[in-house]
């Protein structure tokens, strides 16, 4: 069972629409996660971190986790066309604080 | 402010030759990850070093890859006789310290993609 798995998508959506991105993970051990964003032929961006259960909001990000049900969600509201890159769940693994399992990414494409 | 700086950003390699990728960390930052990152499929963390130290490199292969962060210098990952399957992008990131949450908040480099003919 792999530790961090991601809807790879493709998803496409119309500008200003609600984007909902997911994963779930295995292993409940250290429990940092990570939303990565990356465009084509770049390196991943950070977006945001969180520890706790709950939501966590920047702008018009938000990072939820749920650790009853182990599932992680990255909510984009107002999307726009520069929204549109892949984006990676990641968490920390290995019993290590630094070293991070990534999911497959999910492509999103923000339609204008 | 410079980012994370990697170099070079496109490698091409024949068969059993050796490829250097260097990377050189945001000012300030003096940890080092190296992760790959193969054709559809996430990446992968292969090594983490401190100045002069590595740390781990438990998802290193055994053979023909090695890693370096030097006291004055870049960062080089080295893969010595490269084969077709070693041909992916090499992201290399890099934080300020390894203690809460900063290493956790690992800023990545552009990435360098080398391609094995």
């Known amino acids: 069972q792999k530790e961090v798995e991601q809807d790879p998508g493709p998803l496409s959506v119309p500008e200003g629409a609600i984007v909902s991105l997911n994963c779930t993970y295995s292993n409940s051990a250290f429990q940092y996660f990570m939303w990565y964003r990356q465009y084509s032929r770049k390196g991943p961006e950070l977006l945001m971190y969180t520890y706790s259960s709950g939501n966590k909001e920047d702008g018009r990000f938000t990072a939820q986790v749920d650790k009853s049900s182990k599932y992680i969600s990255l909510f984009i509201r107002d999307s726009q066309p520069s929204d549109s890159a892949t984006y990676l769940c990641a968490r920390n693994s290995g019993g290590s604080n630094y070293k991070l399992t990534f999911g497959k990414g999910t492509l999103l494409t923000v339609n204008p | 402010n410079a980012g994370v700086m990697q170099n070079p950003r496109h490698l091409v390699r024949r068969r059993g030759q050796e490829a250097r990728l260097r990377c050189s960390p945001m000012k300030g930052h003096s940890h080092v990850y190296w992760y790959r990152q193969l054709p559809e499929e996430g990446l992968k963390f292969m090594v983490y070093l401190q100045k002069e130290n590595i740390i781990d490199e438990s998802g290193m292969p055994k053979e023909r890859f090695s890693a370096e962060f030097p006291k004055e210098g870049p960062s080089i990952l080295r893969i010595q006789q490269v084969v077709r399957g070693d041909s992916a992008a090499y992201f290399c990131?890099?934080?300020?310290?390894?203690?809460?949450?900063?290493?956790?908040?690992?800023?990545f480099g552009p990435g360098t993609r080398l391609t094995v003919t």
């Open positions: 990131a890099s934080s300020p310290r390894v203690s809460g949450h900063s290493s956790y908040e690992q800023y």
